[in-house]
Nanobody, 124 residues
Framework: QVQLVESGGGLVQAGGSMRLSCTAS????????MAWFRQAPGKEREFVAS????????YYADSVKGRFTISRDNAKNTVYLQMNSLQPEDTAVYYC?????????????????WGQGTQVTVSS
C-alpha cells in the first residue's frame, strides 16, 4: 500500500510559478512510476506529466509542455511538479499518482494509487 500526500497548491497570478510536491509513504516509492493529473470543474481528469521509476524519462501533455517540469527524489520519496508561466486554464485540482509504467499513465491506464489532490488557482 502506498499513501500519497500532495502539497504546495494555492493561488497565483497569471504568469507566475508554483511547485507542487507529493510525498509517498512506505519504502517502495522507487518501484513506481509517478504522475500528475488535474481536474478542472466540470471537466474530466486529465494527464499532466509522468516520470519513470529512475527519473530519466518524462512525458508531458501538450498543454503543459515547455512550462511544467516533473522530477523526483527517490531518497525523499517525493515527486515534484514545477509549474511556470501559469495561465487561468491551469486552474484545477492537481493529483499525484503512482503506477507501474509512466507511459501507460499518459493514457490514464495503470494507475494504482492516488493522492487526495491539491487546489491550484490561477487568477487573470
Amino acid at each position: 500500500q502506498v499513501q500519497l500526500v500532495e502539497s504546495g497548491g494555492g493561488l497565483v497570478q497569471a504568469g507566475g510559478s508554483m511547485r507542487l510536491s507529493c510525498t509517498a509513504s512506505g519504502r517502495t516509492f522507487s518501484s513506481y512510476a509517478m504522475a500528475w493529473f488535474r481536474q478542472a470543474p466540470g471537466k474530466e481528469r486529465e494527464f499532466v506529466a509522468s516520470i519513470i521509476r529512475g527519473g530519466g524519462i518524462t512525458y508531458y501533455a501538450d498543454s503543459v509542455k515547455g512550462r511544467f517540469t516533473i522530477s523526483r527524489d527517490n531518497a525523499k520519496n517525493t515527486v515534484y511538479l514545477q509549474m511556470n508561466s501559469l495561465q487561468p486554464e491551469d486552474t484545477a485540482v492537481y493529483y499525484c499518482a503512482a503506477g507501474l509504467k509512466a507511459q501507460a499513465m499518459v493514457e490514464l491506464r495503470g494507475t494504482d494509487y492516488w493522492g487526495q489532490g491539491t487546489q491550484v488557482t490561477v487568477s487573470s
